[in-house]
Structures are given as C-alpha cells and as structure tokens.
C-alpha cells in the first residue's frame, strides 16, 4: 500500500514536472496576452502589420515562458530545412579553409546552418555524402569535385529533387550547371612570361591527373604560353602525378633523371611544390639558385618559409566560395533562375 502511493506521488511529480519542462505554445502565449495566436505568430516574426507595443509585449512574455518556435512546422509550412551542405574534397587544405570562411559568413546572413562533408578524393564516399544530405533534404548544396569523380549522374538526380548545386573550384566540364571557377590561364601566362624573362630555357609543368577538368585547363594553358614565347615544347616536359606524396616524389626523379633537366617548374598546387622542392634538396640541388618553381594556390604560410617558390598563382578561394554561396542563396529563392558561370582570373604574386 505505502509503495503504491509512492509510486503514485512520483508518476504526479513527474507529470508535474513534464508540464513545467514543456516548450510553451503560440497559443499559450495568445491566452497569457489575451490576442489570438495569429497576432502573436505575426509579432514573433516581426510582421509589419503588428504595432511596436504588441510586438515587445509578445517577445516579453514569450522569453518569460522559454519559447522556442516549432522547427518542424517550420520546415513545414514553408518547405525548408534552413540548412546548406558543402562538399569538398578536404576539409585541411588552406585553400578550402578559406572557402569554408566565406561560405559560413553568406549562410550566417541569410539565417542558414551549414553541413560539411569531405570526400577524400574518393568518388564511393563523395556519393554515399551526396545520398545523405539528398535524404537529409538540404535546401542547396556547393561542392567541388573529387580529382577521381567521373560520374556525373547525381546532378540529375539533385535536379530531379529541386536541391539545387552550385560548384567552385574543380568544377565539372558541363554546360547548363551553375560553376564559378578560376581561370587557370591567365597565372599559367604571366608565370611563364616571368620565367622567361629570367632566363630559362626550359620550363617544366608538373600537372595533376587527366580524369581532373583541372588539369587539362592547366596544360593548355602551358602549351599555349609556351608556344606565345617561341620555347621548345617537348611532351616529356609534362609530368603527371596522382598528387600523392609518392607520385609527386617520382614526379622530380622524372625531371632529376632527364639528360637536360629543366629549371623551372610550374606546378599543381603548393601541396605538389612541397613535396617537389622536399626531393630537389634531398638529390642535392639548391632551391631558387639550381631549380625555381611557380605553384598554384598560393598557399599562405609561404611567407614565414627559408627560399619559397619564386612566384605563386592566386586563385582566390574566398572570393569563389562566396560567389558560389550567392548564386545557390539565388536559386534557393528562386528556383527557376538562369544558370550562371562566373570566373575569376588567377594572377601570378610574385
């Protein structure tokens, strides 16, 4: 008997508790103030059919009951999760670094959560990401590329879902998608004019792999630039390399074992040139006196190293991410907006 009224006692403590505990309700609020509900949804969202009293009286009482609005109706009732994902393939790279800093600054002025998935190059992990933010119904997705991703069917299928996608960066070589990217020639001529003008006659590319959109833009760009100032074009002057520390290390014992080494080299990405310059002083040769490289990125912390590379190659990440961010926030809003393509010419710093 005496444990049956303690159990009873507890189940209306706890009942007691819940009620306390529990969110207060818009139409809490409404009786508290004597208004009806629609007049306190209203004040909440700072309409402007609701006077400045009415508005501070709701806000007022509204705090002193610990409301929080109901995301779920929410979502619901205008068809949004108020959430964004971005999709890089790492997240430790200074160049994404600064992209991920403007993306969050745009999401954060327009009120929007940002999600953050790395695909590590691999195109298995950069579909299973796709599939859960797909399933999660993010309202829009940016993302560049993995160096390995080829297909190319999940456009489609975000399209078929209305998220829309918008890429930065490594983008892919389609019409009709919205991309802003950098234009990789306008670096890749200004570094081979200023080598050139220094002397050198034989000026290597080391690039990334062919299946990266990336990669073809920069050889291209280095034929073309090559060919402007009359300089030999030779194909064993054009190292490929997986990226990979390994790859990019026999990517030098390529040019170390070639009979007329070259001088000059332009490379990839920073991450390349480290690796690069890393085996140049381990055969032996001086930096920026036997071997001289330009590399795209400029990667910041350039300027606190012994013998930098001679020049490097902005692309300026901050400024495509935050356009990226723009143009998603646009078709967001507007669904039915004309796709846009928007680039940004890289420059030499020397």
């Given at each position: 008997?005496?444990?049956?009224?303690?159990?009873?006692?507890?189940?209306?403590?706890?009942?007691?508790?819940?009620?306390?505990?529990?969110?207060?309700?818009?139409?809490?609020?409404?009786?508290?103030?004597?208004?009806?509900?629609?007049?306190?949804?209203?004040?909440?969202?700072?309409?402007?059919?609701?006077?400045?009293?009415?508005?501070?009286?709701?806000?007022?009482?509204?705090?002193?009951?610990?409301?929080?609005?109901?995301?779920?109706?929410?979502?619901?009732?205008?068809?949004?999760?108020?959430?964004?994902?971005?999709?890089?393939?790492?997240?430790?790279?200074?160049?994404?670094?600064?992209?991920?800093?403007?993306?969050?600054?745009?999401?954060?002025?327009?009120?929007?959560?940002?999600?953050?998935?790395?695909?590590?190059?691999?195109p298995d992990r950069e579909e299973?990401?796709?599939?859960?933010?797909?399933?999660?119904?993010?309202?829009?997705?940016?993302?560049?590329?993995?160096?390995?991703?080829?297909?190319l069917e999940f456009i489609e299928?975000?399209?078929?879902?209305?998220?829309?996608?918008?890429?930065?960066?490594?983008?892919?070589?389609?019409p009709h998608i919205n991309k802003?990217?950098?234009?990789?020639?306008?670096?890749?001529?200004?570094?081979?004019?200023?080598?050139?003008?220094?002397?050198?006659?034989?000026?290597?590319?080391?690039?990334?792999?062919?299946?990266?959109?990336?990669?073809?833009?920069?050889?291209?760009?280095?034929?073309?630039?090559?060919?402007?100032?009359?300089?030999?074009?030779?194909?064993?002057?054009?190292?490929?390399?997986?990226?990979?520390?390994?790859?990019?290390?026999?990517?030098?014992?390529?040019?170390?074992?070639?009979?007329?080494?070259?001088?000059?080299?332009?490379?990839?990405?920073?991450?390349?040139?480290?690796?690069?310059?890393?085996?140049?002083?381990?055969?032996?040769?001086?930096?920026?006196?036997?071997?001289?490289?330009?590399?795209?990125?400029?990667?910041?912390?350039?300027?606190?190293?012994?013998?930098?590379?001679?020049?490097?190659?902005?692309?300026?990440?901050?400024?495509?991410?935050?356009?990226?961010?723009?143009?998603?926030?646009?078709?967001?809003?507007?669904?039915?907006?004309?796709?846009?393509?928007?680039?940004?010419?890289?420059?030499?710093?020397?």
């Amino acid at each position: 008997m005496i444990r049956d009224i303690k159990a009873l006692f507890l189940y209306k403590a706890l009942g007691f508790m819940n009620k306390v505990n529990k969110p207060a309700t818009i139409k809490e609020i409404a009786k508290k103030l004597k208004i009806s509900p629609s007049t306190v949804s209203r004040a909440l969202n700072d309409h402007p059919s609701i006077g400045l009293v009415t508005t501070m009286r709701v806000k007022k009482m509204a705090e002193e009951l610990n409301y929080e609005p109901n995301q779920t109706a929410i979502f619901f009732k205008q068809r949004k999760t108020f959430t964004i994902a971005v999709i890089l393939p790492s997240l430790s790279e200074p160049f994404f670094s600064f992209a991920i800093s403007e993306i969050e600054n745009v999401a954060s002025e327009h009120r929007y959560t940002v999600l953050m998935g790395q695909s590590l190059d691999d195109p298995d992990r950069e579909e299973q990401i796709l599939k859960t933010f797909k399933n999660h119904r993010v309202d829009g997705i940016l993302m560049s590329i993995g160096k390995k991703t080829t297909n190319l069917e999940f456009i489609e299928k975000l399209g078929a879902s209305d998220i829309p996608v918008v890429f930065f960066d490594c983008v892919p070589s389609l019409p009709h998608i919205n991309k802003v990217q950098s234009d990789l020639s306008t670096g890749m001529n200004e570094a081979v004019d200023a080598f050139v003008a220094c002397g050198h006659k034989i000026i290597a590319l080391v690039n990334g792999p062919k299946t990266l959109p990336a990669s073809e833009d920069r050889k291209v760009a280095y034929l073309s630039a090559m060919k402007r100032n009359g300089m030999d074009i030779l194909d064993k002057n054009i190292i490929e390399t997986d990226l990979s520390t390994e790859g990019n290390e026999s990517a030098m014992d390529s040019i170390f074992a070639m009979s007329e080494r070259p001088s000059a080299i332009i490379s990839f990405n920073d991450f390349v040139t480290l690796d690069l310059m890393k085996a140049a002083r381990q055969k032996g040769l001086v930096l920026n006196q036997d071997i001289f490289f330009i590399s795209y990125a400029n990667y910041p912390l350039w300027q606190y190293m012994e013998n930098p590379p001679m020049g490097r190659i902005e692309q300026f990440p901050g400024m495509q991410a935050r356009k990226a961010a723009e143009i998603l926030f646009d078709r967001i809003d507007n669904p039915e907006a004309p796709d846009q393509q928007i680039v940004f010419k890289s420059r030499l710093v020397m």
